[in-house]
């Protein structure tokens, strides 16, 4: 279940954010809340146990920033650059991220409870026991990421791209649907039901190039 603000353990110690967001900023124990950042440029800054809550950002550059233990809720990320950005330990609770370039990012230690992605671009991402719960992924794009220990129970998978990903103890078992663009070839090391095999089964063999007829 997710946590609410009060569970975190570092919520006691949580002050409000002064002044704006800045490029190669240290935020440690800080508590963003009931904003909207225009334009913001947070290029290699670190945030550290820190909860950022009913927020959204629109557009700009937040890519190689660090986040280290911190708690999103209700966030909603527009247009904004995520690119190289690294995640550890890191709870996404009730947001949404639209139209955003995550390439090359590390994702690890990560669940997201009742999330939107949509058209989100995680190629060459490195996603490493990353749980999304109850979420929807339209068009996200992990052509070349490596996942590993990654699950999708209760998600909806729309029109999602693996083309030449790696995949190792990855399980769409408990995934609502199981909508894959492209990129079947690459499911090795994926767990799948037995309808999600039915379901699959004519792009399968669409992609090996077999013919099937009555």
Same mark, same amino acid.
């Given at each position: 279940m997710p946590r609410e603000l009060e569970d975190l353990p570092y919520a006691p110690y949580l002050e409000p954010l002064t002044g704006g967001l800045e490029r190669e900023g /240290?935020?440690?124990?800080?508590?963003l809340r009931d904003a909207t950042l225009d334009d913001v440029n947070t290029v290699g800054a670190r945030f550290m146990e820190s909860a950022v809550q009913q927020v959204t950002i629109n557009d700009g550059r937040m890519d $190689? *920033?660090?986040y280290n233990d911190v708690w999103f809720h209700t966030v909603r990320w527009?247009?904004?650059?995520? !690119?190289? *950005? /690294?995640?550890? /330990?890191?709870?996404?609770i009730s947001s949404a991220m639209s139209g955003v370039p995550m390439f090359g990012s590390k994702v690890h230690q990560v669940v997201f409870h009742n999330?939107?992605?949509d058209s989100v671009n995680l190629r060459s991402a490195t996603l490493r026991n990353v749980t999304f719960d109850d979420c929807l992924l339209r068009e996200v794009d992990f052509a070349g990421a490596t996942l590993k220990e990654v699950s999708f129970p209760?998600?909806?998978?729309?029109e999602v791209r693996f083309d030449k990903a790696q995949l190792a103890k990855v399980d769409f078992r408990g995934a609502r649907s199981l909508g894959i663009a492209d990129g079947l070839e690459s499911l090795r090391g994926a767990t799948i039901s037995m309808s999600q095999l039915f379901d699959l !089964?004519? $792009?399968? !063999?669409?992609?090996?190039?077999?013919?099937? $007829? /009555?």
């Open positions: /240290d935020y440690d124990g800080v508590h $190689r *920033t660090r527009i247009g904004v650059n995520l !690119a190289e *950005t /690294d995640w550890f /330990d890191v709870e996404v999330c939107k992605l209760g998600s909806e998978l729309e !089964a004519p $792009r399968m !063999a669409q992609s090996l190039g077999i013919s099937v $007829r /009555d």
